[in-house]
Each structure stands twice: as C-alpha cells, then as structure tokens.
C-alpha cells in the first residue's frame, strides 16, 4: 500500500464502526501514523438501519464518510479495503488492494449475520446488516406491494404481503413495528385499491418471550404494543427452512411469504490468520484480556463486537451493542498512549449505560439499571439517545426533520425503489 514514512509507529485499525472510529478519533496528539481501513469509506448507525428498510429515513442520514470522521486527525490515513488475511509474526495485514505492515493492530470488525448453518437461508433470507442490505429490504417490500395490486390471484397475493420476521431480539421488534406503522398510517393511502387487512407481519422468536437481553417487564410491554399494532408474535418458534417462497417451521408447519427477514443472530466478522485458540470458536469472538489485547500478543487488541473479554460482572462477555465498543475504543486510545510513554495500562471496565427499543410511534421499552419503563417517556428517550448517538452534525439535523416530519404526518417519505432488488433464483 502507498502510504508514507513519516517515522512514527504505525497503528493499523481495521473496521470503522463504533470501536474503530472512537479509538480512532482519540487517538488525536498521540504520537502514531494512524491507518484506518475499512471496506466501505462511511461508517454505519446500524440501530437506525431498521428505518432506511421500511422508508422512514433516506441512507445518507445514518452514514457518514470516515474521512470526514478523522480529518482533522494529523497523520491519519484511510484506505477503503477489505482485509482477508493477517500474518501476525510477520505483522502484515493483506487487503484486496495490497499488504501493509503494522507495529500495533486493531481488530475492530464487528459482526456478521450468523444464519447458523442454514444455506437455504443463508441465499433466500434477507439479513440487515448494512445499508445496501436495508435498501435491498426496503425495495423488497415496495416492489411486492406494487405486484399485489396488480394481482389477481388470492394466494400469491398473501405471500407478496406476508412479512415474516425471524428473531425477536432489538432489531426484529423495532422492525416489525416499523412495518406496523406502515401498515396502519402509510400504505391504506397509497395502495387504497388493496385489501391492507391482509398485509401480515409475523415476528418469531426460538425463545419463550421478544426481547431476551432486556427484562421481563420490557418484553411483557413489548408484547402488549406489538400486538395492539397487529403484529402476530410466534414466541418458542423455530424456522427451519426458506426456498424463497415457503417458510417452513420446525413443527412442519408452512407459510407463504416473499419477505423473509432474517435478524436472529450475529457471529463474529473474525479474519483468518490467528491460531485457532485465540477464537471463542461458537462466537467467532477473539479472546481478549483486561487491556483488550488478544490472547498471546502484546501489539494486538480487539475492540467492539469481536472481543471476547470476561469479567466478574460479565463472564460470558459483554453485550454487543454501541457502548462496550465506544468506551473500549476511548480506554485503548489512552492505553496506547501510556504504552508509548512506558506507563501502566488501565483496566477496563464497561459502564452499562442501558438498553432500549421503540415499537412504532409513541411506544419504547428501556432498561436503565434498576429503573424499567415503558411508553411514551421511554419513546422520548429514546429518540434524544439515538438522535445524539448519530455521527455527524448534518446527520442529527436530517434525522431530526424527518421523524418530525413522519409524526406530524404520519407518513414515511422515502417510499423509493431506487435500485431494483433482484430476489435469487
Ligand atoms: C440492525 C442492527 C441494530 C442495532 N441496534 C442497536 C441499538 O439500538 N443499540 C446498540 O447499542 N447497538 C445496536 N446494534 C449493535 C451495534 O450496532 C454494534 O454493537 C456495534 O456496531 C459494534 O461496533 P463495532 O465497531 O464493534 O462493529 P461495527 O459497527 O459492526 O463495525 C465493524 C466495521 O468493520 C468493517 N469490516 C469488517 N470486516 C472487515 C474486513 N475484513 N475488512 C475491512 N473492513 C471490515 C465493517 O465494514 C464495519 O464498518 C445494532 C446492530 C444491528 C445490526
């Protein structure tokens, strides 16, 4: 790769997500070349990517280039590459677009859908990960509704507007009520010559109850509003099975449907090269200690998602949400730096800061240590946090328009086929 001498040890960041752009951006004076790399040049909000599907906010608004993140960085570099191996005696990373040696490396990865195994679901489902997965959703569902009101046929109709959502962690009940809104305020004004009664939306879940990491009271709160939207929750259900048009169960049963959406896991986006060990292998998660650094190397750390770190208050790991990646990135910026000036590294400790979800309008659950609430307070809430989470001034302004916008109109304006998703065969 053509980057510069500059003199300094270089750091090599791969992934700009919340880990790598929170180490990244506090970073700022200490003495390293900073090279980030990532395979896309603009960092994901990934909670919002739930409203890029179902048309409530246009994907520029939950993106933001990772130049402009880092730009007033000194001795910073980008490169937009996807790394497929790493060599960690020789200290190389080797991407798509060349080799580059490090002194010090961050893997800051992330996640990737996990479809446990399942190829069938693996081709037909639809994951939502990034922002080009959450646009193939949105036009999914927008080009099955235009073909249901021009179908005659009863059967196929019910499949183009049958909406099955397996997995009913955060990202699968914010969906399926953002799919509820739609249905009650949106689509009976757009399609006005269809039936919107038999647009369906199915949300399963493996587990007894919606929301397993979140509290017995936002789960029951969370059921109770899914249900009065007209969401139908399948709860100790397992998909087994999607050929594009039939979803089969695991007690045999079948139902038709074209919009198959697939949130029920993630697993580790770990990159070869390590020796096994380093892995937690059913997580794909490279085990990290106190300092994040991965098991047997001083000069390697894992921050975000990909690491595994147990401690007396979370020993099978933290959770994986924005917070442990953000506050793991800012302590290793600060480790590094005492690293360099030859100090002791400090612990790290998650401060566990909440979790939330919103269904539909009006509605949220949150967990904010020992106080759980639910309704139009927690819905307040949570939009302040996401509003002020999202990267980039413009971002929050847009982001701000638009919801004002939808409440005041009940509407969600980005009902957009910009690029024609093509199912697979
Ligand atoms: C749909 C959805 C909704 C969510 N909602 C919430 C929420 O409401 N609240 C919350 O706290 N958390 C939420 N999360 C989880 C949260 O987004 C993650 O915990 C967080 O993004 C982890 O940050 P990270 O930096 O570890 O990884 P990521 O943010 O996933 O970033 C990883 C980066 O690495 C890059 N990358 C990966 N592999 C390579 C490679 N080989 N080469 C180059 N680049 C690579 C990727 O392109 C990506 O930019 C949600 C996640 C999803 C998917």
């Not at 939950?62 to 001795?75: F, H, Q, S």
């Not at 677009?97 to 992330?110: E, H, M, P, Q, S």
């Not at 979370?314 to 030859?342: S, W, Y």
């Not at 800061?353 to 819905?379: E, P, Q, S, Y």
Request: charged share 25%; aromatic share 12%.
């Amino acid at each position: 790769m053509n980057l510069p001498d500059t003199g300094q040890k270089r750091i090599v960041i791969i992934g700009g997500g919340f880990a790598g752009i929170s180490l990244a951006k506090n970073l700022k004076g200490v003495d390293l070349q900073v090279v980030l790399i990532d395979r896309h040049n603009y960092h994901t909000f990934q909670p919002l990517l739930y409203q890029v599907s179902t048309s409530g906010l246009e994907p520029d608004s939950i993106a933001y280039p990772l130049r402009k993140v880092l730009n007033e960085l000194d001795n910073f570099y980008f490169r937009m590459a996807s790394v497929q191996r790493i060599d960690p005696d020789g200290k190389t990373v080797f991407t798509d677009i060349g080799n580059l040696g490090y002194d010090y490396l961050v893997l800051a990865t992330g996640t990737k859908t996990n479809f446990f195994g399942n190829q069938n679901i693996a081709r037909y489902a639809m994951p939502m990960k990034t922002v080009p997965q959450a646009l193939d959703i949105r036009s999914l569902m927008l080009q099955n509704f235009e073909k249901a009101d021009d179908c005659l046929d009863p059967v196929e109709r019910k499949a183009l507007l049958n909406f099955c959502i397996v997995g009913a962690g955060p990202t699968g009940v914010e969906l399926a009520g953002a799919f509820a809104e739609l249905k009650n305020n949106v689509f009976p004004k757009d399609y006005r010559h269809l039936n919107i009664d038999e647009m369906e939306i199915n949300l399963f879940e493996g587990g007894p109850r919606v929301l397993p990491p979140m509290s017995e009271n936002a789960s029951k709160k969370a059921t109770e509003f899914l249900k009065a939207l007209g969401v139908r929750v399948h709860l100790n259900v397992i998909a087994s099975d999607y050929d594009g048009e039939r979803l089969t169960l695991k007690d045999g049963t079948t139902l038709n449907t074209k919009n198959f959406i697939w949130t029920a896991g993630v697993t580790g986006a770990a990159i070869e090269g390590f020796a096994t060990h380093v892995l937690v292998e059913r997580l794909n998660r490279y085990k990290v200690n106190r300092f994040n650094q991965v098991e047997g190397y001083d000069t390697v750390f894992a921050i975000g998602d990909i690491a595994y770190m147990e401690t007396d208050g979370f020993p099978k790991g933290h959770p994986q949400v924005a917070q442990p990646a953000i506050q793991q990135g800012e302590l290793l910026a600060d480790n590094l730096e005492r690293m360099l000036e030859g100090k002791e590294l400090k612990p790290f400790t998650y401060r566990d800061k909440g979790t939330m979800a919103t269904i539909g309008r009006n509605k949220a659950v949150a967990d904010i240590k020992k106080l759980k609430f639910a309704g139009f307070f927690a819905w307040f809430i949570w939009m302040f946090v996401h509003l002020m989470a999202l990267v980039g001034f413009r971002n929050k302004v847009v982001v701000f328009f638009n919801w004002a916008y939808n409440y005041i109109n009940y509407d969600k304006a980005a009902r957009l086929i910009m690029r024609r998703f093509r199912p697979k065969a």
